[in-house]
């Protein structure tokens, strides 16, 4: 079980208040990631509900039990860091035994749920070396593995891919899926990285500023993001944002195009401009384009292989039906 | 600097440096040579670099007559607990302020360091009167303490500076796997700052057994230790020369020989954990 | 990374250490106090049961109004500015000679740091007996072998032989800490500076040595500490006389030769208000190169 429940939480460090009263529930079971800018206050959020750090004010419950004062050991949740922070000194045996160990569990069930958690990360031959000896993937894997022995509430994953190259990053990303896939353990995740938002979520939070500035599935948000906010954060590359005559037109402040909903051509359409720098990435191209009396270029998605050039006049036509409106406060227009 | 260095320079500085060393360590090495003389030959002029009698009469002499084992082991044991005691005090303080700093953690550490610069002498005559009252004068006990209690800031700065270097995450990590604070500084931070803890030890044990004002003003006969031992020598009567370079050498060789043994945690430990 | 609950458990264990020291501090600090408001001469058969009588402030005018005050705190200061001056300047040089490539570079280091290990009373017999004895003394043997006259070095050149022993006790540590501190330097930015055609002393003055400011406060910052204190050296060699009588031995010899415990402990407050004076000029510059 795993149902975690913020309650007017808030938190101050000192005058300054990193998050102001806050509300949110995490279901039993599902995948929640936290995502936002650097600073937006994801991070400190996550540490509350560990308990590594104490709210200023408000509730959290875990499973309906009042969870604010209990401290971290107590809380029954693993945690996963973004250094890892294996303990140096032991195996991964040791690291992986560690909190079954601080459990007071009796030897032989603390060898077999280490060797089923290495059977499960592929750690079976590393079970003896030094975590200094591994690579960063397996460290990551290490981590993880001390994390699932517990049999905890809920996972905490606070940005655990960051120190990872890309193509590291992708497996992992897989590979955490499929855990929760097979564990169905509730599970937080912290990233300032949105394509690991929207690949994992079931639910994802945005947050500014320590705001919630939107929760829901990863499509809800991508269709009907709530806020210009939320409209320039989440998608890639990120929503074409016009305001002005354009906007007036459409009876709005401010109107958001994805580039994958403006279709190029190179002799007719609603917009004209000019092909600044394209971007061939083999199956989509994207130009940005500069649009007259306009400033900031126009981001379109094209086919792989579409021949248009640096200085080319091209025609764009976007898709009215996913235009999405923007008032005068940045809130979306229904 | 990568990059090809000429032989002709390397022999260069090789032969500088090993003149400067020679030249620092020099007193040492002749103390030591002078204490295999006889007297007559310890005073030789021109002085006798080799071809002496090697003798060993003056260890002889100096043990029947001053009693160097009962100095050795006072030193041993006042050297030795002086530094546990202080560790075992000093490692919570340290974990205290290296993982939970508050705004008066940096004030605190130099209130202990400013207690070091305290002159001895100002207040040796109320600490010799507190020994007294205590009955503590002339016991190792009492000076246990008191040289503890010298070195206690450093022993908390240089554990201060050694934790620093641990990142708290793994603490946290400690913390989230269900460790109380015990099982925390026990088997997560303890370990991980052996060195750091293994430098602290030693350079106390240097500082403790080399300590000469508390230990010379503070003890007689039973509780003396080396530095005791060896100022009985200090007013000089007849030749000598080599029993007091036997005397000097046996007072400095167990902590040169500890201190070879252990010269990487040595070297770490005798820059204070200041710099790294 | 801190809770309430950590930060109790923080408060807690910092007790012990913070009270041990604070008592340490306090208890004999406010006995020298009031010793030093009283006339106490036990060898006269002044004594607590009979009651102190109390003098008001004479203790600390005769202390400071006696011949030897002033000579004592000049010793003092000349003997700390010596060494402290000798022992970083040499270390310096002697960090840069030993970071050169050289052979044997383990066993010099193990020369050079060797002193550190000497025990002062050791170390002050040593030089006093087999160095600096003028008929046996190796230097005597070295002047003599020019042709020159041997020198009386702890009665004609007596501060600046307790300067030399006490610097060769602590240059090991200058050098140590210095040499830590110089390969610690970025050697880019040396090969930046050679690129921008910087000679071999500039690059010294504007790279090196700016890098060195922190290594260079901490030396003087632990062996002041030391320094002002130093006991044995002259305790061995001189007993005080010959112009080495420094402000701890005059107050050493007024609390123990002439036990004159009230004029004793004035001169203690003094040397502690000398000694705070100092740690405040250090403690501005160490708390803030502390934050680095």
């Given amino acids: 079980m795993g149902r975690i429940t913020l309650d007017k939480v808030t938190k101050a460090f000192g005058e300054v208040e990193v998050i102001p009263p806050l509300d949110l529930t995490i279901e039993d079971g599902e995948f929640v990631v936290f995502v936002g800018p650097s600073g937006c206050g994801k991070s400190t959020l996550l540490r509350l509900i560990a308990g590594l750090e104490d709210v200023t004010g408000g509730q959290i419950r875990i499973d309906g039990k009042d969870a604010t004062a209990v401290p971290p050991a107590k809380r029954g949740l693993a945690m996963v860091f973004q250094s890892y922070a294996l303990y140096p000194h032991m195996s991964v045996r040791k690291n992986i035994a560690f909190p079954l160990r601080m459990a007071g569990l009796d030897k032989a069930e603390q060898d077999r749920r280490v060797k089923n958690a290495a059977d499960v990360l592929n750690l079976t031959d590393y079970l003896d070396r030094r975590p200094g000896q591994l690579s960063g993937g397996q460290r990551q894997r290490v981590a993880i593995g001390r994390a699932i022995v517990r049999e905890p509430a809920a996972f905490l994953f606070d940005e655990p891919l960051s120190n990872l190259d890309a193509a590291l990053r992708v497996g992992m990303r897989l590979e955490i899926s499929e855990l929760h896939e097979r564990l169905k353990t509730t599970m937080i995740y912290v990233t300032h990285d949105q394509v690991e938002a929207m690949t994992m979520a079931d639910k994802i939070v945005v947050l500014r500023a320590g705001h919630i500035e939107q929760v829901g599935s990863p499509l809800e948000l991508y269709r009907e993001p709530r806020n210009l906010f939320v409209a320039g954060f989440i998608g890639s590359p990120r929503m074409n944002l016009i305001d002005g005559e354009e906007a007036r037109k459409r009876d709005a402040a401010t109107i958001g195009v994805r580039p994958e909903h403006i279709t190029p051509s190179p002799d007719t359409g609603t917009w004209k401009g000019r092909v600044g720098v394209a971007e061939h990435l083999g199956s989509d191209t994207f130009f940005h384009v500069h649009i007259d009396g306009r400033s900031e270029p126009v981001t379109v998605r094209a086919g792989g292989e579409v021949a248009m050039h640096h200085g080319d006049t091209i025609y764009l036509t976007p898709d009215e039906e996913r235009i999405h409106r923007f008032d005068g406060k940045g809130l979306r227009i229904a | ?276 | 990374m801190a809770t309430q609950h950590s930060r109790s458990a923080a408060r807690l264990m910092m007790a012990p250490a913070v009270i041990l020291l604070l008592g340490w501090m306090l208890v004999p600090l406010l006995m020298t106090l009031y010793f030093s408001f009283k006339q106490y001469l036990p060898m006269r058969g002044d004594s607590f049961e009979r009651g102190l009588e109390w003098v008001g402030f004479e203790n600390y005018v005769r202390f400071i109004g006696s011949s030897s005050f002033w000579p004592s705190v000049q010793a003092t200061l000349l003997i700390v500015g010596g060494v402290l001056v000798i022992t970083v300047i040499l270390g310096i040089l002697l960090a840069i000679l030993l970071d050169q490539p050289i052979w044997g570079q383990g066993i010099v280091r193990i020369l050079v740091i060797a002193p550190f290990f000497v025990m002062p009373t050791v170390s002050a017999l040593v030089w006093k007996n087999m160095m600096m004895d003028p008929v046996n003394g190796m230097l005597s043997y070295v002047w003599r072998f020019f042709g020159a006259t041997p020198v009386s070095w702890l009665s004609d050149a007596s501060v600046e032989s307790i300067i030399l022993i006490v610097s060769w006790q602590w240059l090991p540590f200058a050098t140590l800490i210095l040499l830590t501190a110089i390969q610690s330097l970025d050697s880019e930015q040396l090969e930046a500076a050679e690129m921008d055609g910087a000679p071999v002393l500039s690059r010294f003055f504007y790279i090196v040595l700016p890098h060195l400011g922190r290594a260079i406060t901490i030396v003087i910052l632990i062996q002041t500490i030391f320094l002002l204190s130093i006991f044995a050296e002259i305790f061995v060699t001189t007993g005080g006389s010959f112009g080495t009588r420094t402000l701890t031995y005059l107050i050493f010899q007024r609390v123990v030769d002439s036990q004159n415990i009230g004029l004793g402990s004035a001169g203690g407050v003094y040397a502690i208000i000398l000694a705070n004076i100092v740690a405040i000029f250090l403690m501005r510059i160490v708390g803030k190169n502390l934050d680095r």
Avoid: C, H
Avoid at chain 2, 33 to 45: D, G, I
Avoid at chain 2, 105 to 129: C, E, F, N, Q, R
Avoid at chain 2, 248 to 263: D, E, H, R, Y
């Fill in chain 2, 1 to 276: 600097m990568a990059r090809a260095v000429t032989t002709r320079r390397k022999i260069v500085t090789t032969v500088v440096a090993w003149a400067v060393g020679l030249l620092i360590f020099f007193p040492i090495y002749w103390t030591i040579l002078t204490s295999f003389k006889t007297e007559a030959q310890a005073v030789a002029n021109p002085p006798l670099f080799f071809g002496f009698d090697f003798t060993l009469e003056n260890y002889a002499i100096v043990q029947e007559r001053s009693d160097y084992m009962r100095y050795l082991w006072n030193s041993v044991i006042i050297a030795g607990g002086s530094t546990i005691l202080g560790i075992l005090i000093a490692v919570p303080a340290a974990w205290s302020m290296a993982f939970v700093p508050s705004k008066r953690t940096k004030d605190i550490l130099l209130w202990m360091l400013s207690t070091k610069m305290l002159p001895a002498v100002g207040v040796l005559y109320p600490i010799s009167l507190l020994f007294v009252q205590f009955d503590l004068l002339d016991t190792r006990g009492g000076l246990i303490v008191v040289l503890m209690l010298i070195n206690l800031p450093i022993i908390v700065w240089m554990l201060y500076t050694y934790f620093r270097e641990i990142p708290g995450e793994i603490l946290e990590a400690a913390r989230m796997d269900g460790a109380g604070l015990r099982a925390e500084i026990l088997y997560v931070l303890t370990p991980m700052a052996i060195p750091g803890i293994a430098s602290t030890i030693l350079l106390n044990v240097i500082l403790a057994w080399n300590e000469a004002f508390w230990t010379l003003n503070l003890t007689a006969v039973n509780a003396a230790p080396l530095t005791a031992f060896i100022a009985s020598y200090s007013s000089p009567e007849g030749l000598f020369y080599a029993k007091l370079s036997a005397a000097s050498t046996m007072a400095i060789a167990p902590i040169l020989v500890m201190g070879w043994f252990s010269q990487k945690q040595l070297v770490r430990g005798l820059t204070f954990g200041a710099v790294k």
